[in-house]
């Protein structure tokens, strides 16, 4: 009976289930340095050119013929397109005739004024007609002339609505030329903070859409008036010339530095969570030791389970977890951390209190991590590969 008792406790015991493990979240950290953080503002605008123009036919015509497209660089005074206006191109060789006739008329007029063949008067009066000649010609080369579509400056085309053989007008846009060099962006900031905007501050302009596709511009004009219907007042930013990341008509972030604070304790923007309102950051830490009386008190439980007097069995067990406690390496937690925020821009965030120089902040998987939350960083775990591997190589 005394074996049959014993046999039946321990398997009870064998057959309970064991706790379930600690789950442990995979996260990123970097590291609590010192560096610099900007005051900013931030606004929204619309990217745009400075020298930007619609091309619109002067005169009703059929296009003949397109000498460029979208895309295409142009320069100042090259030729984009050729209407064709019978009118206009017979009224000006018309006019061209008639000034050739009295030119040859006044020569002829003068010899026979110095021969006395003629009056003063008939001389003046031929002079006369071929001035007023001379007048319409150049009227009506001028309206030739509007057949002829040319750039107005030198950019690209950003936009074609001619087709050869087809009848435009002067109600129908042609071409859109555009300086892709001269970009520009017109935000509007609050009327409180007028005071602290300047031309030449920096500004920096992400794309609404992307965030990697940015560029960099300055403060190149301050508008001296408010708005009084939006209380706004506008800011006009140069972008960086010769970048291509940005385009006409993208709609960007605005996001201009009116102040910085250097040399200061920063983190990653990334990395502050708020809870209920509050800053919090999470920090990586090594698993605090358990106490030596609990464990005391756990090994004596344990013991006093085990009352099978001939040794063996249970006996190796505590010294099998230990085996599988030291296999798990290296425990580390979350610790929550309520900080104290100074500067924030687009990327960092000044740490006046909170966490300390050094410290390893949690900047990805942070917002499902409580307060002594198993944690495996995929840096320690990168830097001991690169460990091991040099091991091997050495």
């Known amino acids: 009976m005394l074996l049959v008792a014993c046999s039946g406790g321990d398997g009870g015991e064998e057959g309970k289930p064991g706790p379930p493990p600690e789950p442990v979240s995979v996260v990123e950290v ?3 340095v010192r560096g610099s953080v900007g005051d900013t503002l931030t606004a929204s605008a619309v990217v745009e050119s400075e020298a930007s123009a619609s091309l619109m036919p002067e005169a009703t015509g059929v296009v003949t013929s397109l000498h460029a497209d ?4 142009v320069t100042k005074g090259q030729l984009l397109a050729v209407l064709e206006n019978v009118s206009l191109n017979t009224g000006a060789a018309k006019a061209s005739a008639e000034v050739a006739r009295l030119q040859a008329q006044v020569q ?3 010899e026979l004024f110095q021969q006395g063949a003629v009056s003063a008067r008939d001389l003046e009066d031929a002079e006369h007609q071929l001035r007023t000649a001379r007048l319409t010609m150049r009227e009506a080369s001028a309206g030739y002339g509007t057949t002829r579509i040319v750039a107005p400056f030198d950019g690209v085309v950003a936009r074609r609505d001619l087709r050869v053989g087809e009848l435009t007008t002067s109600a129908t846009a042609a071409f859109e030329v555009v300086d892709l060099d001269r970009l520009r962006v017109v935000a509007s900031l609050p009327e409180r903070e007028l005071g602290r905007v300047r031309a030449g501050q920096p500004a920096r302009l992400v794309s609404a859409y992307d965030s990697e596709v940015a ?3 300055v403060v190149a004009r301050v508008a001296p008036v408010v708005d009084s219907a939006s209380g706004t007042f506008r800011v006009t930013v140069q972008v960086e010339p010769g970048q291509t990341a940005l385009r006409p008509g993208q709609f960007v972030s605005v996001v201009v530095e009116v102040g910085r604070h ?11 969570v708020y809870e209920d309102g509050v800053p919090v950051v999470y920090t990586v830490v090594d698993a605090p030791e358990p106490d030596e009386e609990e464990e005391g008190a756990d090994a004596e439980e344990e013991g006093s389970g085990s009352w099978w007097p001939f040794g063996g069995g249970d006996a190796e067990e505590p010294a099998a977890e230990a085996d599988e406690e030291a296999d798990d390496g290296e425990k580390l937690v979350a610790e929550r951390h309520v900080v104290e925020l100074g500067l924030v821009d687009d990327r960092f965030g000044e740490i006046e209190r909170g966490v ?3 410290d390893d902040v949690v900047t990805v998987g ?9 944690v495996r960083p995929t840096q320690r775990e990168s830097a001991d590969a690169a460990a091991a591997t040099e091991e091997e190589s050495g």
């Open 356 to 358: 300390e120089l050094g």
């Open 70 to 73: 979208e895309g295409d660089a």
């Open 366 to 374: 942070q917002s499902h991590l409580r307060d002594g939350a198993r």
């Open 108 to 110: 002829r007029t003068r």
């Open 30 to 32: 970097q590291e609590v």
């Open 262 to 272: 250097d040399d200061v304790l920063v983190v990653p923007k990334k990395a502050v």
């Open 215 to 217: 560029s960099t511009g």
